[in-house]
């Protein structure tokens, strides 16, 4: 029987460890389970692309795994062969000593769940003491389910820190021992932070897809006018020229990069489009083979020193995408007072330190809606205790398995309710008054508005959460205990590295390419300053245009991506002065298919200089 399993596991590319132990176990599976060597084959073959298990030998480390898949199948047959029948596990047991009289008697008439090995968290993991039940009795059913994630071995890993020098300054308001009673620290929380909304727009329940060519001409347009105002008030550059009229004369203009065809930019195909002030609109061909080195994309706004001699090439010889300003500059009229204002109020009660746990969606893994990941990210921070948490969406992923074929037994607003809201509820009620939660939405949740800028989630909360739970448009800018947050969920750091050129000369090879493309957004003080936008995304020029704007310089820009996670000190020079610097991070995704993904602890502390954050693997 032995050799016929052996070879029955060969005729199928499957190899068995040598180790007797193995083969006796298989033995051991086709007896108990009466299972030929080709059923049993067939049964492996099952389990193996489930799990997606990598090479094709067998080692007793996936024995217990497998017996735990031939007992589900076996107990699926029972259960179909007779539907009223009930078979009875430890999770019937562990039921009966908690004392959970209110769902036992239910839970006995249910049909079990698929996986009926209950998943033993981690003790640092999540915190037991005075800690509320689960909201739903789904949420417990599923609780027992054995998924990837749940068997992962190493929890809360870090992957990169940023500014190590300070963590030993930091570490003793970040990190609290485990064998502190969880009680003392929640009668003693932390203060609670400020929060101030500086803009997040449009509002909810805008109307959009009323988007019209004129709106779009104007957008752009706009932003070429308002840079050419701010090179003109400069004075450092001389009077503005028309770039498309031939001039062996060296001129200075102020355009919008623009791509002649329907591919990627490329060094042939860079065109500049001039304001209708300066040229009527009109388009020339850029030369850039004088120059040493350049970053230029789509959509772009800067000014370009050359001469064009024959009236259809400009020939370039410097390029500025940036121009030192005032932030207050920047600001309209009907902004700076409502800003200053809160600024003041703040200053005189507030200082700049402030400890976040950052996260961007999705928060489910792909092979199921149970939202694992966002459950340890909340122990987390039940441990942690951060004054502010952020959560970037999406939430309700479109791009879910689930979500895109209709399997869900749920409509997307009952998702997020169910296992977002309600989650979020129960953490505020045991952390306290003290935390604050703010939810920014994505255009991937499939329980919103499809569109960019996008309103902020419009939800019923009750008067208690309604102090806890922000929810904020995308983009939006805010701040906490002074400290200045710009965000914006769309991923253009993706899209501005598919279309992005650029050119260094060789001593510059090693140039942080990550950090540059972030620092682009500062330059062209937009939050998407792609243009033409990329596929799939709803840009609406019609919904407040200022909404895209990067008004202050801020403290920390958010920008999840599905890139490398980073965290990044950007700087925005002109020539040696340094004008702007800001922290940017990346926090990845909570969830990367079956497995978790990464956050981003940070403890803000007066200035850049002296913060500290940490990319921490889930």
């Known amino acids: 029987m032995e050799e016929a ?20 176990r298989l033995l051991t599976y086709c007896i108990n389970y009466k299972l030929t060597p080709s ?20 080692e007793n480390s996936h024995m217990d795994g497998f017996l735990s898949h031939l007992q589900n199948e076996v107990k699926e047959k029972l259960i179909k062969e007779e539907p009223h029948l009930h078979i009875y596990s430890s999770n019937d047991v562990e039921m009966l000593l908690n004392s959970e009289p209110d769902d036992r008697e239910e839970s006995f008439l249910d049909t079990p769940s698929k996986y009926e090995r209950p998943y033993v968290e981690n003790s640092a993991s999540t915190p037991r003491a005075n800690e509320k039940p689960s909201s739903s009795k789904e949420s417990k059913a599923n609780s027992t389910r054995i998924t990837p994630f749940g068997q992962r071995i190493n929890k809360f890993t870090s992957q990169f820190v940023f500014n190590a020098h300070n963590m030993v300054d930091g570490s003793s308001r970040q990190e609290v021992e485990d064998i502190e009673d969880d009680l003392i620290r929640r009668v003693q929380p932390g203060p609670r932070c400020s929060l101030q909304v500086h803009l997040s727009q449009p509002e909810p329940g805008c109307r959009f897809m009323y988007d019209r060519i004129e709106d779009r001409f104007n957008s752009l347009e706009n932003r070429i006018r308002k840079f050419s105002n701010l ?13 498309t009229l031939a001039s062996q004369k060296n001129i200075f203009a102020v355009g919008l990069i623009i791509c002649d065809g329907e591919g990627h930019l490329n060094e ?29 994309f789509p959509g772009q706004v800067i000014g370009i020193e050359g001469n064009n001699p024959s009236g259809h090439c400009l020939i370039a010889s410097k390029v500025v995408d940036y121009l030192t300003s005032s932030s207050d500059a920047d600001l309209p009229p009907a902004k700076k007072p409502a800003v200053n204002q809160e600024a003041r109020l703040s200053s005189s009660s507030e200082s700049k330190v402030l400890s976040v746990v950052i996260a961007a969606g999705p928060f489910t893994t ?10 340890e990210l909340l122990a987390y921070a039940r441990r942690k205790q951060p004054q502010l948490l952020i959560l970037m969406g999406p939430f309700v992923d479109s791009d879910h398995p689930d979500i895109k074929k209709g399997t869900a037994d ?3 607003g009952d998702i997020f309710h169910l296992e977002i809201l309600r989650r979020l509820q129960d953490y505020n009620e045991y952390m306290g008054p003290g935390v604050r939660v703010i939810l920014v939405p994505s255009i991937r949740d499939a329980n919103h508005d499809f569109v960019f800028p996008q309103p902020a989630f419009d939800i019923n909360l009750p008067e208690d959460s309604t102090q806890q739970i922000t929810c904020v448009a995308n983009p939006s800018l805010f701040s906490s205990n002074e400290v200045m947050f710009s965000c914006c969920t769309v991923d253009i750091l993706k899209q501005l590295s598919s279309e992005e050129i650029s050119h260094n000369p060789p001593d510059m090879q090693s140039a942080d390419r990550m950090g540059r493309l972030a620092t682009h957004l500062l330059r062209q003080r937009s939050y998407y300053p792609l243009y033409p936008p990329a596929v799939g995304v709803p840009l609406d020029f019609s919904l407040a245009p200022e ?18 996670p980073f965290i990044k000190l950007l700087s925005v020079r002109e020539g040696n002065e340094e004008e702007k610097r800001c922290m940017c991070v990346n926090p990845g995704r909570l969830a990367k298919g079956i497995g978790g993904g990464t956050f981003v602890e940070l403890y803000y502390c007066e200035d850049v200089d002296n913060t ?7």
Do not use: C, M
């Open 612 to 618: 500290n954050a940490s990319i921490i693997r889930i």
């Open 410 to 412: 749920q409509s997307f």
């Open 268 to 296: 042939k195909s860079i065109l500049l489009q001039g304001s209708v002030e300066h040229s009527g609109g009109q388009r020339v061909r850029l030369d850039l083979s004088n120059l040493t080195h350049f970053s230029l």
């Open 366 to 375: 792909n092979d199921n809606l149970l939202f694992e990941p966002l459950q």
């Open 231 to 243: 090179f003109a008030a400069s004075g450092l550059y001389g009077e503005l020229a028309d770039a």
């Open 547 to 564: 909404a895209l704007e990067i008004l202050p310089s801020p403290d920390v820009l958010l920008l999840p991506s599905d890139l490398a």
């Open 5 to 24: 399993i052996k070879a029955e596991f060969e005729k199928s590319g499957f190899s068995i460890d040598q180790d007797d132990h193995i083969l006796d």
């Open 39 to 58: 059923d049993l084959v067939s049964n492996w073959e099952i389990y193996y692309l489930n799990r997606q298990l990598n090479g094709l030998k067998l």
